[in-house]
């Protein structure tokens, strides 16, 4: 008969003897399964998409032409206006306005085209609107009226756009909102005429006789009465006399192709956009600017000096532009304050 203690040493060594087998068991199956392809593929780490810049873009029409303002809103929260002393405020992000046709803000006339908005805080603390030509020139100053909100929404900024439609008048105002502050411009298109004289069409605008003219102002568009590449003519003042200098409408149109795109691609590029996107565009870009050189430079732009002319019976006291035939030429006779200039078209 076996004594406890023999007992005890047999039932130890049978515990041992298991758990020894059982660790055997488990390297063998931990062997296998590193030896074993796997059935999973390896996942690939995927990028976090860079998030776009929102672009807000606000329309309305004003005489069946189209207005618009873009702006890209900032991704955080701008600081609010400053308009306790005179500085400019810089709009976060390019914001911009495209005018389709003279308009009447206040007593200026704003010429169409496009400009980069940014807002003046002057020295009596009045705030006015600032416009810079995409094309180059001076800037201008436009009166705003200032309002606040109870509320500062996201405090973020909205540009936009609207329009009252009367049955006499059609009135477009534009609107930068920024936190709980309001300022607003209002503005009237200045309606279209046109005239025929010479062999020439004139499509031109019924600008106001006491109006403040800008330096640059868009007159409309000319073109021969037999067909052909409308011209856009732009009165050039500021000098002894004025001058009239005439583009080829497909020219700007090319040039405001190129701008539009160059912007388009560099908020891409911005934003992180796939290679294939950004050679698409790139591919656009290049045949636009092929098309351009292809272009005569002499023959896209020219400017005419004016001639002082003797004053019409039927002169208006400030502003007019018509056609007019003398001795077999044509000319267009322009009325600046009260003075009359020709340029010669022949």
């Not at 810089?90 to 496009?114: C, D, H, N, S, T």
């Not at 021969?224 to 003042?237: A, I």
């Not at 090319?254 to 790139?282: C, H, P």
Request: positive net charge; hydrophobic residues 40%.
């Amino acid at each position: 008969m076996a004594t406890p203690i023999a007992y005890r040493r047999r039932h130890l060594l049978c515990r041992l003897g298991v758990l020894a087998f059982a660790m055997l068991l488990g390297a063998l199956s931990t062997d296998v399964r590193a030896q074993a392809p796997s059935s999973r593929a390896p996942q690939a780490t995927k990028k976090k998409p860079t998030p776009q810049p929102t672009l807000v873009r606000s329309t309305m029409q004003l005489l069946g032409m189209k207005f618009e303002a873009t702006h890209e809103r900032p991704s955080g929260t701008p600081l609010p206006p400053d308009l306790s002393r005179p500085k400019e405020l810089l709009i976060p992000r390019v914001a911009r306005f495209r005018v389709a046709l003279p308009v009447l803000w206040g007593e200026q006339v704003l010429a169409p085209g496009e400009y980069r908005l940014g807002i003046v805080v002057d020295d009596d603390l009045q705030p006015f609107l600032r416009l810079q030509p995409v094309r180059g020139g001076s800037p201008r100053r436009l009166a705003l009226t200032l309002g606040h909100y109870n509320e500062p929404g996201d405090g973020g900024i909205v540009i936009s756009l609207s329009a009252v439609h009367g049955d006499k008048e059609e009135i477009g105002s534009l609107q930068v909102r920024w936190g709980a502050v309001l300022f607003q411009g209002d503005f009237r298109p200045v309606h279209r005429r046109t005239s025929e004289a010479g062999g020439y069409r004139l499509s031109s605008f019924d600008f106001p006789r006491l109006a403040i003219l800008p330096r640059e102002l868009a007159l409309g568009e000319l073109r021969r009465s037999s067909g052909g590449n409308p011209l856009q003519l732009t009165l050039l003042l500021g000098g002894a006399t004025p001058r009239l200098r005439l583009d080829d409408k497909q020219y700007l149109t090319l040039l405001d192709d190129r701008r539009e795109m160059q912007q388009e691609l560099s908020r891409r590029q911005r934003a992180g956009a796939e290679k294939a996107e950004l050679r698409r565009l790139e591919a656009r870009l290049a045949g636009v600017e092929a098309r351009l050189k292809s272009l005569d430079p002499q023959a896209t732009t020219r400017e005419l000096p004016g001639k002082k002319a003797p004053a019409a019976p039927d002169a208006p006291p400030g502003f007019d532009i018509r056609l007019e035939e003398v001795d077999d030429r044509s000319f267009v006779s322009i009325v600046v304050v009260g003075v009359r200039y020709r340029f010669g078209l022949d």
